[in-house]
T-cell receptor, first 114, second 113 residues
């Protein structure tokens, strides 16, 4: 298995633009997690899904952020409109079980909003 | 809710010296505990995990950690570090009811010759 695949690896966008980050979890994993990593706040859980259903989105910073999981093999994290303070590395992780205990991480998407 | 505190943001050591990276957690329920490593421009890789059983857990690359319930700690140790161990190390907790991992702020381990 290729592991968790995230795209793009790097994204540079202008403030106000819409940004879509993509994630393909490991086949057979039924839990998916989105994290954001910044120098100031470290790794923050944004949202997680179980069997394609959002379970906890309390970590989503504001309404500009939205996440979807239309099927078991694909998820998106969208920021609209983007702001410079959204600049961070966004990680997707998947787990074969309900618990995040066995989460495998993707390589991350480095987002820069200018 | 759980929380994780990594007591040192940076730990510089010389090659072949022992190292301990400290982690304390807070939780009102039983937990699972983890250490992850992140090399520059890479994703996170699981080093080791404590789910149950022996409180001394051995992981990859010669690392081990000890779960101490009374002190709510899960410190990571290695008896002799290499230059290649230079990386960011994250302690994480998950409750046994099944939630996502909650991470500490990370500790940067810098190994020099």
């Amino acid at each position: 298995d290729a592991g968790v695949i995230q795209s793009p690896r790097h994204e540079v966008t202008e403030m106000g633009q819409e940004v879509t980050l993509r994630c393909k979890p490991i086949s057979g994993h039924n839990s998916l997690f989105w994290y954001r990593q910044t120098m100031m706040r470290g790794l923050e859980l944004l949202i997680y899904f179980n069997n394609n259903v959002p379970i906890d989105d309390s970590g989503m910073p504001e309404d500009r952020f939205s996440a979807k999981m239309p099927n078991a093999s694909f998820s998106t994290l969208k920021i609209q409109p983007s702001e410079p303070r959204d600049s961070a590395v966004y990680f997707c992780a998947s787990s074969p079980e309900w618990q995040g205990a066995l989460a495998f991480f993707g390589q991350g998407t480095r987002l820069t909003v200018v | 809710a759980q929380s994780v505190t990594q007591l040192d943001s940076q730990v510089p050591v010389f090659e072949e010296a022992p190292v301990e990276l400290r982690c304390n957690y807070s939780s009102s329920v039983s937990v699972y505990l983890f250490w992850y490593v992140q090399y520059p421009n890479q994703g996170l890789q699981l080093l080791l995990k404590y789910l149950s059983g022996s409180t001394l857990v051995k992981g990859i690359n010669g690392f081990e950690a000890e779960f101490n319930k009374s002190q709510t700690s899960f410190h990571l140790r290695k008896p002799s570090v290499h230059i290649s161990d230079t990386a960011e190390y994250f302690c994480a907790v998950s409750d046994q009811a099944g939630t996502a991992l909650i991470f500490g702020k990370g500790t940067t381990l810098s190994v020099s010759s």
